[in-house]
């Protein structure tokens, strides 16, 4: 092979750049596998604001996501993860609730990240991660 991955018959090799479905060691753990990925994304906004209000909370998803966000969508997905033990809710003020990281949070979400850098890393992307562009 030469340095494009091209066989003799000239046919581009991909398997090394895709991943393979097959791979078993090293699946996420279940306590980030049972979250949707709008609860993966609540995770993130709430960590990385200071004590978010739903609202706020809110705010910051749509501007990330440029999708509209629902109440209905929201407070459920906030008390599931509030259950689970991620997410502490408690009252700021009369109206409003604040929520927080738990410790269990924190631990659910720096494992994802680490699964998400693995995998980035195992799959030979061709930009170092230091040069990928910031959101």
Not at 93 to 116: I, N, P
Request: aromatic letters at 4%; glycine letters at 4%.
């Amino acid at each position: 092979m030469t340095d494009l991955d091209i066989d003799p018959d000239g046919v581009l090799a991909v398997d090394k750049h895709r991943p393979s479905i097959e791979r078993t060691d090293d699946h996420p753990p279940d306590a980030i596998r049972e979250l949707s990925s709008f609860q993966r994304d609540v995770l993130f906004v709430v960590a990385g604001a200071e004590s978010p209000s739903g609202q706020e909370i809110k705010r910051e998803l749509e501007a990330t996501t440029m999708d509209m966000v629902l109440p209905g969508q929201l407070y459920p997905n906030l008390a599931d993860l509030t259950d689970r033990d991620l997410v502490e809710k408690y009252a700021r003020d009369g109206r409003t609730s604040a929520y927080d990281l738990t410790a269990d949070g924190s631990t659910v979400l720096a494992e994802l990240c680490r699964w998400q850098l693995r995998r980035i890393q195992a799959d030979a992307s061709p930009v170092p991660l230091d040069h990928l562009p910031s959101v």
